[in-house]
């Protein structure tokens, strides 16, 4: 046999342990290791006394056909995966390639060893009929796998599904495509099941319907309103915010209005995790709009669930409020009467920056996080508030726009006190709104010193001005004389 085939032996393996880190494809370096080895049996095989092997010239063609076989499946690996890698090809060009150097080797090497190709095929006609009856299936399938490549309609990482089955494309081959199902399972499907059957491909925007049911006595047009404002207050993961999600009535039925929450879903085949938390923050919304989604059986289970919210005496809370220090009793009592009870879900916001209002709120349970948007466009947090706390007393006082975001951490439950509960307090009490002022002026300086970093002096003239500035703003906005 002669030497240079030995050197290009080694050349192929010194190749194939230099790609073999950056390549992807592991099982054609594979290929090339388990030739070589054929190669070195067919060298070694050379050494046997003439009795008992093959002649040098079969011996030393077969050599020169192995090593062909595993310079095609490197160089297909060093053009395909390494130099092309970022170049999008159809994957059964590769395929096409490596059995087209395979049947070119056979050919060559037949012809080198005296064997009449021509005869060959002439005489198995007959059997080569029989072999493509028997194959059918087989070349249907890699039929399948071109057509599929060529149209390029399904790609990996798109969840289909096709007659009972779903999942993501993890590869197309020739002969078949493999899913991985929501269980985790491999499915194995024919291309020439792909090519017979409706083959529905999940887009990035998939929209899923969220139905439920309320009584007649609930008015419509406050249920879509609530729902609407709580799935687009703030955003929930795999959830779309373009589309926005809708809430819209399906069916008048008998004992109940069918409605149902409209989301998109963005991450195809994964809707489990999204639609839990839109119903959670759906059944929020309809609570504190006063509508819970479960059947009320008597007055008297409705009025228990709402007693059971008020365990945390509102009188406590008021009286822990710095805004509120110069109120008495009888007027925290009756501004406990205007305290409105709601619950918030886990990542939902309670206000946005921004947004007009008149309230503030008091946390009873839960952690609440304080952030605001910068002039970069980046959210960032100020403080992470508690039970006992509250927030939003800016918004209440003046009605000027949220000047930050308070965002639900955990479950939060907490009292809402509005313009409303606290005019005729105000406007009865003259002293109160400077007290209120000064009060606030500071709250507004110790966070603007920390922000700022600015020293006494000037934090002391600008909380003087501040305190003017919001007096004239409490008193406008009351209407106080």
Known sequence: MHPSLAWFALALLVCTVAVWRPAREKSRLRNVAG?????????????????????????????????????????????????????????????????????????????????????????????????????????????????????????????????????????IRLRHTAITTRDGDTVILPNSVLMRSAVNIMSRRHRHFLPFSMPYSTNPQEVIEAVEFALRTSPIPGVATDPEPRCVVQQMAPGAIQYAAVIWLTEPGVDLGPTSAALVRLSFALHRAGVPVREITTVLEMQKGKADHKKADPLDILRRTPILRLLEDADLHELAVSLQPVSFAPGEAIIRQGDSADSMYFIVSGDVTITFRASDGTDRQVSVMESGDFFGEASLLTGETRTASAIARTKVDCYRLDKKGLQNIVQRRSDLAEDMSVVMAHRQMELAVVREKLDQETARKREAESQAQLLTKIRRFFEVS
């Open 35 to 171: 030739l070589l080895l054929l190669w070195l049996l067919a060298w070694t095989l050379s050494f046997f006394p003439p009795q008992f092997r093959p002649s040098d010239r079969i011996c030393e063609e077969t050599a020169i056909a192995l090593l062909t076989l595993a310079a095609i499946q490197l160089a297909v690996v060093m053009v395909f995966d390494l130099a092309l890698r970022r170049v999008r090809h159809p994957r059964f060009l590769t395929e096409m390639v490596v059995v087209a150097g395979y049947v070119g080797t056979l050919l060559h090497l037949l012809i080198r060893v005296g064997l009449d190709v021509t005869g060959v095929f002439t005489t198995s006609a007959v059997a080569t009929a029989v072999l493509g009856l028997a194959l059918q299936d087989m070349l249907s399938n890699i039929a399948g796998g071109v057509a599929l490549e060529l149209e390029d309609g399904i790609r990996v990482g798109d969840f289909i599904t096709v007659a009972d089955r779903a999942g993501w494309v993890q590869h």
